[in-house]
């Protein structure tokens, strides 16, 4: 199983980035994926799932309404679509791979860094 | 939304010794649903445990879980020099299902 990452940098308060997680080794379309963060010397916060097809999805409230999670099953990639950005977004973003039909996380990615920075 | 507290914040040892890391959720964990996942610098978590006392696959035995309810402990029977790291309970669900909490975080310390 590999997932990897991609799309993250520096990016002004109020600005937009897309980040993409690109998996392989496993069927991806039989699988939720999840989003997890880590700022700077933090925990880990979760951010975001999407079913299997897409059809349904769930956000932590800090990013509800700014972030929008999607995927493409035919690519076998995730994405999370980040807008309205904030210095408290600057974190590690890891693609999350979950298993058993539960929110228990298996396989992660490297990781992708967002700055949100003047 | 259920709160995780984990305790103490942090921890300092000698190889050799045994480590107990607390986990303490706002209210009863369903089904046990609590997980134990590691955290070495610069790297992602891995999972350890799952179900409150299953060990992941490739997990060492010296690694254990147990707890039910709202009270769990993560138990590291002999530490090894690669088991420093930080340590993060989480309680999960089904997926998707709506956001799932992580606790705060034991940073687990060499003396």
């Known amino acids: 199983v590999h997932l990897v990452e991609s799309g993250g940098g520096l990016v002004q308060p109020g600005g937009s980035l897309r980040l993409s997680c690109s998996a392989s080794?496993?069927?991806?379309?039989?699988?939720?994926m999840h989003w997890v963060r880590q700022a700077p010397g933090k925990g880990l916060q979760y951010v975001s799932v999407?079913?299997?097809?897409?059809?349904?999805?769930y956000y932590a409230d800090s990013v509800k309404g700014r972030f929008t999670i999607s995927r493409d099953n035919s690519r076998n990639t995730l994405y999370l679509q980040m807008s309205s950005l904030r210095a408290e977004d600057t974190a590690v973003y890891y693609c999350?791979?979950?298993?058993?039909?539960?929110?228990?996380?298996?396989?992660w990615g490297q990781g992708s860094l967002v700055t949100v920075s003047s | 939304e259920i709160v995780l507290t984990q305790s103490p914040g942090s921890l300092s040892l000698s190889p050799g010794e045994r480590a107990a890391l607390s986990c303490r959720a706002s209210?009863?964990?369903?089904?046990?649903?609590l997980a134990w996942y590691q955290q070495k610098p610069g790297q992602a978590p891995r999972l350890l445990i799952y179900?409150?006392?299953s060990r992941a696959t490739g997990i060492p035995d010296r690694f254990s879980g147990s707890g039910s309810g709202t009270d769990f402990t993560l138990t590291i029977s002999r530490l090894e020099p690669e088991d420093f790291a930080v340590y993060y309970c989480?309680?999960?669900?089904?997926?998707?299902?709506?956001?799932?909490?992580f606790g705060q975080g034991t940073k687990l310390e060499i003396k």
């Open positions: 179900g409150a006392s």
């Open positions: 209210q009863s964990v369903s089904s046990n649903y």
């Open positions: 080794g496993f069927t991806f379309d039989t699988h939720a």
């Open positions: 999350v791979k979950d298993c058993m039909g539960v929110t228990l996380f298996d396989y």
């Open positions: 999407i079913s299997k097809d897409g059809g349904s999805t």
């Open positions: 989480q309680q999960y669900g089904p997926s998707p299902g709506g956001v799932y909490t």
